[in-house]
């Protein structure tokens, strides 16, 4: 089976919340075998999912049958995306290809029907690599906040499963008390987050606790800032425990380099080296391989982790590989003597905010359509700058831009400009939008 799950003990907890639920391995297995019984055909199913044990159970046990192919999402997912995902990809009848394990959305919630096509080798590909750089044992309880329908997250599970670890999960706030007694009682051994779970836990004075069971701290979900990256650096090899910074994209199941501990403060901001069994690599604009350090080009991943493409109808679902283990990331990198690689910039109009990639077009196309102005979307991981050319709507842009992306307000600043600058070709200007919120007059 998936992962080798059925090799581990039955009675084994595969998963622990902390409203006190758990699922034993021998669990999953019954439940896919159940579903292999019930389902001669394979089938999609969109699944709604919350930081529970029972959503892992679903989950998983529907990856391991091989016979229903998910498409994972927030329970909390808006009610006109999830009409738009059901309608596109919902018909009954449509074929599937025999190795599609599952969809995640390439975007957060933006309301895009473009989906990752993952299939059974990326996710044992991604527990093997995982599991293996880690080092992740038997005996190994991590915390996962992450959510469920998020890259990262589900790839804490494939990576803590391949091992027949316990995985103590939980949606509580990281201000909750619950929260906390569930780390300490349940003695977790790691906390895996992206840099806003990071700057909360600054927040809470984190490196004043006594957690002797936590032994590794591990961040991924895009740049963290410098200062907070080396406040935690040196908290753990202060106190004896492992710091380790990731990269990837859900393209390539979650992961693709990683940070060794050993570098955490001598090469801060850098992502590392390749996983265990995969490989990075620089092309510059013609296409030929890079090969001298401190050379910018465009990063380049290959690995069985590489996904197989993407899904934009139900059609789509029936492809094959389209990637072949290989991938342009869409980031400028350049490595050093080490061959540690230190990302520079994006090719690509996303963001990755709190963790989550927000499509910058896609988010112009929300506010277009709730907002009726013009818009055009610009920004850093920190701050998406989002220039409008009606100061009536200001607030109302800001206001649809949370709802759909449920990301925090503060990730969007509204300027307002007398007009998007653009070309003859009505193409939009990025780069002269701040000259021309300089000349904005009230």
């Not at 994972?72 to 009409?83: M, P, V």
């Not at 992740?136 to 890259?151: F, H, I």
């Not at 992961?255 to 995969?278: C, E, F, H, Q, T």
């Not at 050379?295 to 492809?319: I, P, S």
Request: with cysteine.
């Amino acid at each position: 089976m998936l992962l080798g799950i059925d090799q581990i003990e039955a009675s084994r907890i595969a998963v622990l919340d902390s409203e006190g639920n758990r699922v034993t391995y021998g669990e999953i297995v019954t439940e896919a075998l159940r579903i292999r019984e019930q389902y001669t055909e394979r089938e999609f199913r969109i699944v709604l999912v919350e930081n529970t044990a029972q959503s892992v159970l679903e989950v998983m046990a529907m990856l391991v049958s091989e016979r229903l192919v998910p498409l994972i999402l927030n329970s909390k997912t808006e009610a006109s995306l999830l009409q738009t995902l059901t309608d596109t990809y919902g018909q009954t009848g449509t074929a599937i290809h025999p190795q599609l394990s599952h969809l995640l959305p390439t975007s957060g919630s933006t309301g895009s029907p473009k989906l990752v096509r993952h299939c059974y080798d990326n996710i044992e590909a991604a527990g093997l690599n995982i599991s293996t750089f880690f080092e992740l044992q038997p005996t190994d309880r991590p915390l996962m906040v992450l959510p469920l329908y998020y890259t990262m997250g589900l790839s804490m599970i494939f990576s803590h499963f391949k091992v027949g670890a316990t995985v103590l999960i939980t949606g509580r706030n990281m201000t909750d008390k619950v929260f906390w007694d569930f780390i300490k009682n349940e003695h977790a051994t790691s906390f895996t987050g992206v840099p806003y779970s990071y700057q909360i836990l600054q927040l809470m004075r984190f490196t004043r606790m006594d957690l002797p069971d936590l032994e590794l701290l591990t961040q991924g979900g895009g740049k963290m800032p410098r200062d907070l990256n080396i406040l935690f650096a040196e908290y753990c090899r202060d106190h004896g425990k492992r710091w380790i910074a990731t990269y990837g994209q859900s393209e390539c199941t979650a992961r693709m380099a990683y940070l060794p501990a050993k570098w955490a403060l001598d090469k801060v901001g850098s992502i590392g080296v390749a996983v265990p069994n995969g490989e990075l690599s620089l092309v510059d604009e013609a296409g030929q391989v890079i090969t001298t350090p401190h050379t910018e080009g465009e990063m380049c991943y290959r690995g069985k982790n590489v996904t197989m493409g993407y899904a934009r109808c139900a059609q789509d679902l029936l492809l094959g590989d389209e990637r072949h283990g290989f991938i342009h990331t869409g980031d400028l990198a350049y490595f050093d003597e080490d061959g540690c690689y230190y990302i520079v910039g994006r090719m690509g109009r996303f963001l990755k905010l709190f963790g989550m990639r927000v499509g910058l077009d896609e988010c112009e196309q929300i506010v277009t359509s709730e907002c009726q102005t013009e818009v055009a979307c610009v920004g850093t991981d920190e701050k998406m700058m989002v220039y409008i050319t009606d100061e009536n709507k200001r607030d109302a842009v800001k206001q649809v831009l949370v709802e759909k992306t449920h990301i925090v307000a503060t990730s969007f600043e509204i300027r307002v400009i007398n007009e998007i600058p653009k070309n003859e070709a009505g193409k939009k200007l990025y780069k002269r939008l701040e000259d021309a919120a300089l000349q904005f007059k009230d």
